[in-house]
């Protein structure tokens, strides 16, 4: 069984946004995996580990719906890897690393397009030719 938590570590600097992580532990052996996505601390619900998208900024929201819905996939991701694993039988947290390391260049071309479209949904600048 292995137990999958997304964290905030705030940035040690003042002002400046911090890391959204995963911690992995499996067989009592703790690995983290750092994110590319950053938030400000009043922006992360640590009770609840999620994303607080009230912000009073459209551009700032759209951002903060992405990272939420881009570290649920993340996870997702993991759980995947995960299952499928534990199909193989036993695994260490480094395998699963390995396995989440290697496939990250794929898990990000369509996240990346999708943030693009949203994006430019919310500026009004979706054009077909």
């Not at 719906?65 to 991701?77: F, L």
């Not at 995960?82 to 699963?96: N, V």
Request: charged share 30%; glycine share 4%.
């Amino acid at each position: 069984m292995t137990s999958v938590k997304i964290k905030f570590r705030k940035s040690t600097i003042k002002n400046k946004e911090g890391a959204l992580y995963i911690q992995l532990i499996h067989n009592r052996n703790a690995k983290l995996i750092t994110t590319r996505f950053r938030l400000y601390p009043s922006e992360w619900d640590a009770r609840l580990s999620t994303v607080v998208t009230d912000s009073a900024d459209n551009n700032r929201n759209t951002y903060l719906q992405n990272v939420k819905d881009g570290s649920e996939s993340e996870i997702r991701r993991i759980y995947d890897l995960i299952a499928l694993l534990e199909r193989r039988g036993d695994y260490t947290t480094q395998e699963l690393i390995e396995y989440y390391i290697s496939n990250s260049f794929n898990g990000y071309f369509f996240p990346f397009i999708k943030y693009q479209i949203k994006k430019l949904k919310s500026e009004n600048r979706i054009k077909m030719w």
